[in-house]
């Protein structure tokens, strides 16, 4: 019997361009809704996460929303603009926050990876680890100029193997525009 871990796939695309619900072109300039939904893959049964990009009139007319794990608003880049943050500090501390509600071991996952890659980036301090009975090791982390005394952000270790997780970072970078 295999783990529900091992029954997803961590395969996030690149923004594609377009409104996922209308096909309508975003243009540099414009609002956009981008949102990390999961896709079950009807043949193998295998769930699998997706970036969607929406036109923010079309996500919220929405009728039946995919299930989301995370979203987020932003600006399409003009085409020859220097890569940025596809997110702003603000945005990814929230995206942070939205992943760690609830138990589902997929956003627990990544979150555990948003949290390595904002620390990596310098906008997250390790503030110290600790043992839990329930989630194993916890890592305790603070924003970005936040003081010593603030009350840290507990992300738990999901136990990914390097391979998965590298994976997984690169994946959640690119879809958000925080290389790994």
């Not at 956009?32 to 009807?42: H, R």
């Not at 020859?80 to 609830?102: R, S, T, V």
């Not at 110290?128 to 507990?154: F, H, M, N, S």
Request: aromatic share 4%; hydrophobic share 35%.
């Amino acid at each position: 019997m295999s783990s529900p871990r091992s029954q997803t796939e961590y395969q996030i695309g690149r923004p594609t361009g377009s409104c996922a619900a209308t096909g309508a072109t975003l243009a540099p300039g414009e609002a956009y809704v981008g949102a990390l939904v999961e896709v079950l893959d009807e043949d193998s049964g295998v769930a699998s996460l997706e970036r969607r990009d929406y036109e923010p009139g079309a996500w919220s007319s929405l009728e039946h929303k995919p299930r989301v794990f995370a979203r987020w608003r932003g600006i399409v880049p003009e085409s020859n603009a220097k890569p940025a943050l596809a997110l702003d500090p603000p945005a990814l501390y929230d995206l942070l926050d939205q992943l760690g509600e609830g138990d589902d071991p997929t956003r627990a996952t990544l979150r555990y990876v948003l949290a390595l890659l904002l620390l990596r980036k310098r906008l997250l301090s390790h503030a110290g680890t600790r043992r839990d009975d329930d989630d194993g090791e916890v890592i305790l982390l603070r924003r970005k100029g936040e003081p010593a005394d603030a009350e840290p952000i507990e992300v738990s270790d999901p136990g990914l193997d390097p391979k998965a997780l590298s994976e997984a970072a690169t994946q959640l970078g690119a879809a958000i525009g925080l290389e790994a």
